[in-house]
C-alpha cells in the first residue's frame, strides 16, 4: 500500500466523521435517474455503512479509540419552502422504505425546537433518524495497524508512508509501479486515490473531479447540552440529561439545498484514558459552507491544494455556530491545559482546515476495471459521501479481483465502471449542478 503523504492524511483523516448518508434528500433523483430498484440498492448499500463500521470497530477493538457509534442526527432546514420540498422527498421514500428508516422523527413547532437547544426562530422544520458518527482518522490507522501487526512477513502486507507513484508501465507479467523509493512489480493495481485519480489515470481528469472542502473544530458553548428530543427519547445517548456527543446535525440556511454546513460532535471525555490519543473535549466539528460563496465555489473546483484554507470560509465557520444554537449556546468554551501543551489556537476555534472531495461527475463512485488497462482498478469519486461509499466499494472492487461474485447481491451496479457510462459522463453535467 503507497500513500504519497503520511498515512491517512487525506480527505478521509480530515472530514467530521458522518456517518449519515442522504437517505431521503437523494431519493426521487435516484429514481428519476436510475429506477426504482436500483434507487433502492443504492440507499440500502449507503444505510449499511452504519453497522458495517460499527461491526469493524468492535471487531477490530477500536470502539473506543475511534468513538464510532450511533447518534440521533437532524437536517435543520430554515427555509419553508425547501423543507417542503424535503417532507415530499421524505414521503415518498418512506412509501416505499420505511423499515430501513423506523426511526424518523419530523419536527414543525417552535417549542419542539427549542426542546432541542435549537435557535427556534431560525427554522421551518426539522427531519430526524438515527445515523453513525467516527473519528475516522483513528479508525482507518487502527485497522492498518493491526494489519501490519497481523502481517509481520515482507511479502505479505507492507505500508509505505512518503511513497507516491510516478508511473505504472506493463511488461510481459506484471506491471511495473515507479516510486521516488525505487519500484513494485504487481500484478493487479488499484487506484483509490479519489481526488487526484486524474495524476494517474488521464481519462478520469473529467469523470472525478476534486473539490476543496473546508472543517474546522470549535469548541462549544458552555449550556449546550441539556436539551432533549421531544416526544421520544434518544435511543442513543448514555446520559439522557446530557446530548453531547450524541448528536449530529445538516443546516440548510436557505432555500437552496446546496446552501448547507454539516456538524458532528466529538465525545467529551471526562476521565483520564489509556489512549495513546488526545482525549476528546466535546469539540463540535463544523464543515460545509463550499457552495454558500459562489466565488470560493468556483475557485475551489478543480482545486488540488489542500495545504491552505480559505479566508471567506475561515470568516464563515468562525462566526456561525452560536446562531443555530441562540440563546442555547451560552457562554465560550475555554482552552484546556491540554489544549495549551499541544498548541491548539486560543478562543472558539481550535483548528481550521481543508481536504478534498472527490466529486464523481454523475454523482456514483467509479468502481471496477480500468477497462483499456486490464489489471489496473478503480475504486474512488465519493462526492463528499465516503463514509457511506469507500468501505464497501472496497469490499466489492477486491472481491471482483478475486473472481468471486458475492457482491453483485447487494452492490449498485451504476458504480460499476462501463465504457458506455465513461462516454455519457460529462464535465458540463456537474457545471450544470452548481450554475
Not at 507479467?173 to 494517474?200: D, E, F, Q
Not at 471496477?368 to 457511506?388: K, Q
Request: hydrophobic residues 35%; aromatic residues 10%.
Amino acid at each position: 500500500m503507497l500513500e504519497a503523504r503520511e498515512v491517512c492524511s487525506g480527505a478521509t483523516a480530515r472530514n467530521g466523521g458522518h456517518i449519515t448518508p442522504p437517505w431521503y434528500h437523494d431519493y426521487t433523483e435516484l429514481v428519476t435517474k436510475h429506477g426504482e430498484n436500483q434507487a433502492h440498492k443504492i440507499i440500502k448499500f449507503w444505510l449499511s455503512h452504519i453497522p458495517e463500521l460499527l461491526s469493524l470497530a468492535e471487531t477490530e477493538g477500536l470502539l473506543h479509540d475511534s468513538q464510532c457509534r450511533l447518534v440521533d442526527t437532524f437536517d435543520v432546514y430554515a427555509d419553508p419552502t425547501l423543507f417542503d420540498t424535503a417532507l415530499k422527498n421524505y414521503n415518498a421514500y418512506m412509501k416505499e422504505l420505511a423499515p430501513f428508516n423506523d426511526t424518523s422523527r419530523i419536527f414543525c413547532a417552535q417549542e419542539q425546537f427549542e426542546a432541542l437547544q435549537l435557535n427556534g426562530a431560525k427554522i421551518s422544520g426539522i427531519i430526524g433518524t438515527i445515523a453513525g458518527a467516527v473519528h475516522p482518522y483513528r479508525l482507518v490507522t487502527g485497522v492498518l495497524s493491526n494489519l501490519l501487526k497481523m502481517h509481520t512477513k515482507p511479502s505479505s502486507f507492507e505500508l509505505f508512508a512518503f511513497t507516491p507513484c510516478t508511473s505504472i508501465t506493463s511488461s510481459l507479467s506484471a506491471y511495473v509501479v515507479s516510486t521516488p523509493k525505487g519500484t513494485i512489480a504487481a500484478r493487479h493495481v488499484v487506484h483509490a486515490t479519489n481526488a487526484w485519480t486524474s495524476h494517474l489515470l488521464p481519462e478520469f481528469r473529467e469523470k472525478v473531479v476534486p473539490f476543496c472542502g473546508q472543517m474546522s473544530s470549535q469548541r462549544p458553548g458552555t449550556e449546550l447540552g441539556h436539551g432533549f428530543i421531544p416526544g421520544t427519547p434518544s435511543t442513543v445517548s448514555p446520559d439522557p440529561m446530557n446530548w453531547q456527543g450524541s448528536r449530529s446535525f445538516i443546516f440548510y440556511n436557505d432555500d437552496n439545498e446546496l446552501h448547507y454546513n454539516y456538524l458532528t460532535q466529538q465525545l467529551p471525555c471526562a476521565q483520564p484514558s489509556s489512549s495513546p490519543y488526545p482525549s476528546p473535549q466535546g469539540e463540535l466539528m463544523l464543515g460545509g459552507a463550499l457552495a454558500i460563496i459562489h466565488d470560493v465555489l468556483m475557485r475551489q473546483m478543480g482545486n488540488s491544494d489542500d495545504t491552505k484554507t480559505v479566508p471567506e470560509l475561515d470568516t464563515y465557520l468562525s462566526g456561525v455556530l452560536p446562531s443555530y444554537w441562540g440563546k442555547h449556546w451560552g457562554d465560550e468554551s475555554p482552552s484546556t491545559p491540554e489544549d495549551n501543551k499541544t498548541g491548539w489556537n486560543k478562543g472558539r476555534i481550535k483548528a481550521m482546515w481543508t481536504g478534498l472531495i472527490g466529486w464523481s461527475v454523475d454523482g456514483c463512485p467509479w468502481v471496477g476495471p480500468i477497462l483499456t488497462r486490464p489489471g489496473e482498478w478503480i475504486c474512488a469519486g465519493y462526492t463528499g459521501e465516503g463514509m457511506v461509499n469507500a468501505w464497501r466499494c472496497g469490499d466489492a472492487v477486491s472481491q471482483m479481483i478475486l473472481g468471486k461474485s458475492d457482491y453483485q447481491a447487494w452492490f449498485p451496479e451504476s458504480f460499476a465502471v462501463s465504457l458506455q457510462r465513461h462516454k455519457r459522463t460529462k464535465f458540463g453535467d456537474l457545471l450544470d449542478v452548481f450554475m
